[in-house]
């Protein structure tokens, strides 16, 4: 039972424009929410997170957006750069140190 | 110097084996995780150990037994290795508490024949 998920596998952007990446989820008591980003053949690193007491957190060329009313987020990219480039994944928690991760999105930032 | 490292990076091996992979934090964090990436890159849960106690175990066969000798490290033994196991294994550490930033090795690349 998947409780959060990335339904678009793949995206292509070029670089210099929005890389708008997409996470659902079904579980309300999620509170917590984190993006992370992976390059091939190493471990995911945190990239940036946002509470579910806002609706959006900032930090540089990445924005999250959290939408609880429609149980969506997003992560936005602006601009996009070609070392953007890599798999990227939406988690989300509600109680201690357990998270639940969506399959990823792969992006490929175009020069 | 590699804040989560994992031995060994691939690892192929039969049906039917034994093998242990081995995880290690330099980060000082009171709480380590087994995370199985399989074939559709569900990125799922196994195990979580807090200080040296085992704090979450999803349903996973009795076959993985996490062993974790001090707090810096938590190995994951696998029994009777089936073609099913194949996946990629990541370790992953955090602060203790709720909701810290959970910081991942390069991941176990599993191969059973």
């Known amino acids: 039972d998947q409780q959060v998920k990335q339904n678009s596998p793949s995206l292509s952007v070029q670089e210099g424009r929005i890389s708008i990446l997409n996470c659902d989820y079904t579980?309300?008591?999620?509170?917590?929410f984190l993006w992370y980003k992976k390059y091939p053949a190493e471990g995911p690193t945190f990239l940036i997170s946002i509470s579910s007491i806002k609706d959006k957190n900032e930090d540089g060329r990445f924005t999250v957006f959290l939408n609880k009313s429609a149980k969506h987020l997003s992560l936005h990219i602006v601009p996009s750069q070609p070392g953007d480039s890599a798999v990227y994944f939406c988690a989300a928690s509600y109680t201690g140190n357990q998270f639940y991760f969506g399959t990823g999105t792969s992006l490929t930032v175009i020069p | 110097d590699t804040a989560v490292s994992q031995t060994p990076k691939y690892l192929v091996t039969q049906m039917g084996n034994d093998k242990s992979i081995k995880c290690e934090q330099n980060?000082?964090?009171?709480?380590m995780y087994w995370y199985k990436q399989d074939s559709k890159k569900f990125l799922k849960i196994m195990f979580s150990?807090?200080?040296?106690?085992?704090?979450i175990n999803e349903t996973v066969p009795n076959r993985f037994s996490p062993k974790s000798p001090d707090k810096a490290h938590l190995n994951l033994h696998i029994n009777s290795l089936e073609l099913g196991d194949s996946a990629v294994y990541f370790c992953?550490?955090?602060?203790?508490?709720?909701?810290?930033?959970?910081?991942f090795g390069p991941g176990t690349r599993l191969l059973v024949l």
């Open positions: 992953a550490s955090s602060r203790q508490g709720a909701k810290e930033t959970q910081y």
């Open positions: 980060l000082g964090h009171d709480t």
């Open positions: 150990y807090n200080n040296k106690e085992l704090i």
């Open positions: 579980n309300s008591m999620f509170d917590y």
